[in-house]
């Protein structure tokens, strides 16, 4: 069973900035497809960034493009978030998923979450 711990969340200053990481254990994190989501209170779950298995392909949400990066160490079966120039309206809860091939069916696992806050 995969699972898949977040950590570095907090309270951040609008424009300062804050690293996620997202740590996992079980199964082969070299051929998962890794990324990050969130959740604003009141607000759909919404992706932020995405990573192939090899760190070779990225995507963002437009919202996020040119502030925040993901990245990944497959030896240390870690995947990141750098986030910078932060808003309040990327105050969310943020959650990691790993995603899998297992039989012929993809197979998704999440993380419990970390809050950041942006606020003066």
């Known amino acids: 069973q995969v699972q898949l711990v977040e950590s570095g969340g907090g309270l951040v200053q609008p424009g300062g900035s804050l690293t996620l990481s997202c740590a996992a254990s079980g199964g082969q994190f070299s051929s998962f497809i890794m990324s990050w989501y969130r959740q604003a209170p009141g607000k759909e779950r919404e992706l932020v960034a995405g990573i192939r298995s090899d760190g070779g392909g990225t995507n963002y949400a437009d919202s996020v493009k040119g502030r925040f990066t993901i990245s990944r160490d497959n030896a240390k079966n870690t995947v990141f978030l750098q986030m910078s120039s932060l808003k309040p309206e990327d105050t969310a809860v943020y959650y990691c998923?790993?995603?899998?091939?297992?039989?012929?069916?993809?197979?998704?696992?999440w993380g419990q979450g970390t809050q950041v806050t942006v606020s003066s």
């Open positions: 998923k790993a995603v899998r091939l297992a039989a012929l069916k993809y197979v998704e696992y």
